[in-house]
């Protein structure tokens, strides 16, 4: 049975981990937020959960799947395991449909009409340079007006006006795909917004899939996630969400809404977007607030590093079974991977990098090491790179390859050059043997007074 269920429950698992700092003091909604949650992370010191932000009714809780040990305390398995659960959890065939019930937690309290004002709502501004106040970290639901299924997706949402927010949505996303088909009919597009979640939801949504994000979410929890209709959209709602959004993007109206921090680490730019039109705003009493660092460690975690690394490996893993190990860290922004391979061929690890380039179109580095180099560790592959690569020849190069648009290295098309490294241990060359290891202890014994 899952520990884990809502947003609350989640940070009662963190706190008992040690992964969650509380922040008493009043912080401000205009970047000091923000910048005291990106230092929480960057320490190790978890996610952060703001109990009295200034201007702010509602706590804040930012950084929940921020690193690797968060990930894993929200999938509910070992660090080592964390590929591995995405891989079945992303398999059709273990989705778990979600449940419908009658009566949600944010039913407790519903606003519609003018009692709505979208300025009340305790959103951040993150970065410097930010445009205003964005929700980043709200869950987008959606239906497809032809087939019927359900979608989840996450969408940067500027406040625009006390019931409008700017829509942000790239041309291949399924919402984008949806909106379409009514702009075409000359019809709004319904949408929910739920804000503090499970996390398995949250991972979900970062996924693109052909099917309901939902069943991702039941696969992770290994139960189906208990859905309510809207209060104005015929829209099935994850029904302990802490707060509820709800609201029509009108067809063929668009506004300017920018910019952001965004994933590859600099500002976004202006966008002429879809424009959310709010029908009603539904909290449970005393909510809590989430929101997502943008351009930092949960906004690249979720984004580019679960929903790809199975991937990844299923590509590496078809032209080696040596491999035993792959992640994509978020330091890389989502261009780069590391494969751990116990290689059986002095050619493996060059095949091993193509694979990783053809899996998914933004790897542009891919570095190999052995399997006594620790993949989550930065410092550990910094050292595989330092004593274990002859630059000479232990690299290559594919140039003119197809990357993602937004990569700042690559051209307007993506276009730049890839490279592959190959880090791992070459004996032949020049044999030193064993690497100096010194095992983990518990300080507990040594500490304790005799």
């Known amino acids: 049975m899952s520990q ?9 698992v963190l706190e008992k981990a040690g992964q969650l700092t509380r922040i008493a003091r009043p912080v401000s909604l205009v970047h ?6 990106a230092t929480v992370q960057r320490q190790g010191r978890g996610a952060a959960l703001f109990t009295q932000p200034k201007e702010a009714a509602w706590p804040i809780f930012a950084g ?4 690797s040990t968060l990930a894993a305390l929200a999938l509910e398995c070992d660090v080592a395991q964390i590929t591995p659960t995405m891989e079945h959890a992303l398999d059709p065939a273990a989705g778990i449909s979600p449940r419908r019930v009658e009566t949600a937690v944010w039913q407790e309290n519903i606003l519609t009409g003018d009692d709505i004002d979208l300025h009340r709502l305790p959103i951040p501004t993150h970065g410097l340079h930010d445009g205003g ?3 980043t970290g709200g869950i987008t639901i959606a239906k497809d007006p032809v087939s019927g299924r359900g979608n989840l997706s996450y969408n940067r ?3 625009l006006g006390p019931r409008t927010f700017g829509f942000n949505v790239n041309e291949w996303r399924h919402v984008m795909q949806f909106y379409k088909v009514q702009e075409a009919k000359g019809e709004p597009l319904e949408i929910a917004i739920a804000i503090g979640v499970d996390p398995a939801i949250s991972i979900a949504a970062g996924v693109r899939y052909d099917d309901d994000e939902l069943r991702i979410a039941g696969a992770i929890r290994g139960e189906g996630m208990p859905v309510c209709k809207g209060v104005t959209v015929d829209l099935d709602i994850p029904a ?17 809404e920018g910019p952001l921090a965004e994933f590859h680490g600099y500002y976004g730019e202006l966008w002429q977007s879809p424009v959310l039109e709010v029908t009603a705003v539904s909290h449970r009493t005393a909510p809590i607030f989430q929101t997502i660092i943008p351009g930092h460690d949960e906004h690249i975690y979720i984004g580019n590093v679960l929903p790809r690394e199975p991937l990844l490996l299923r590509f590496v893993r078809h032209v080696s079974q040596n491999v035993t190990g792959l992640h994509i860290p ?3 922004n989502g261009f780069a991977a590391i494969v751990q391979v116990a290689k059986s061929n002095p050619g493996e690890p060059k095949n091993v990098a193509l694979a990783a380039f053809t899996a998914h179109v933004n790897i542009k580095k891919v570095i190999v090491v052995d399997p006594d180099v620790n993949i989550y560790d930065p410092a550990d592959v910094l050292w595989a790179l330092t004593n274990r690569v002859d630059w000479s020849r232990d690299f290559f190069t594919v140039p003119g390859a197809q990357g993602h648009e937004m990569d700042p290295t690559a051209n307007e098309r993506g276009v730049h050059t890839k490279i592959g490294i ?7 060359r020049r044999d030193y043997g064993e690497r100096i290891r010194y095992p983990e202890v518990d300080l507990s014994k040594y500490l304790q007074e005799i």
């Open 240 to 256: 302990n969400a802490e707060i509820v959004i709800e609201g029509y993007l009108p067809p063929r109206e668009r506004h300017a």
């Open 133 to 135: 106040p964005f929700i």
């Open 422 to 428: 190959d880090a791992t241990y070459k004996p032949d």
């Open 64 to 67: 929940g799947v921020g690193s």
């Open 32 to 37: 000091e937020l923000a910048n005291v949650a």
């Open 4 to 12: 884990i269920h809502d947003l609350r429950s989640f940070i009662s």
């Open 330 to 332: 978020p330091y890389g």
């Open 157 to 159: 949402m500027q406040v």
